[in-house]
């Protein structure tokens, strides 16, 4: 089982995560008819799945977000690989994602709130 606090900490660390993306998705979008430009992307759930996996720690305070070039997207004749629509639909996602961990913190606190405040 989870620590409560852990959550907050988790909850509070891929809020953050979401925010990262969010500005490199934009970065994205403004470098898009820049020549040469290749697309950034945010690596970071796919080690935080492992994290979780590989030991009973739910400390996850250790996997930190990359932001890496992404290799392997086809190319325009000018060496730019950011592909507008791709993008607006990766920042819809990262805003449905962010708005779904600040509901759960939201909850979260609730339920602590009326814990406290008893019956």
């Known amino acids: 089982m989870i620590p409560q606090s852990q959550h907050v900490d988790t ?3 891929l809020m953050d995560v979401a925010q990262l993306r ?9 470098n898009v008819n820049t020549p040469g430009y290749q697309r950034l992307d945010v ?8 994290q979780l996996a590989r030991t009973e720690d739910w400390d996850t305070r250790s996997v930190r977000p990359q932001v ?8 325009r004749a000018d060496g730019n690989n950011v592909d ?7 920042m819809n996602k990262n805003a449905t994602l962010f708005q ?3 509901q759960l913190l939201a909850t979260h606190f609730s339920s602590m709130r009326r814990a406290m405040e008893g019956p």
Not at 43 to 49: D, I, R
Not at 68 to 75: H, K, R, S, T
Not at 84 to 90: A, I
């Open 11 to 13: 909850l509070r660390q």
């Open 22 to 30: 969010h500005r490199v998705i934009s970065h994205n979008l403004a």
């Open 43 to 50: 690596q970071f759930e796919g080690e935080l799945a492992r």
């Open 68 to 75: 890496v070039a992404e290799e392997g997207l086809q190319q």
């Open 84 to 90: 507008v629509d791709r993008e607006l639909g990766q």
């Open 100 to 102: 779904t961990y600040s």
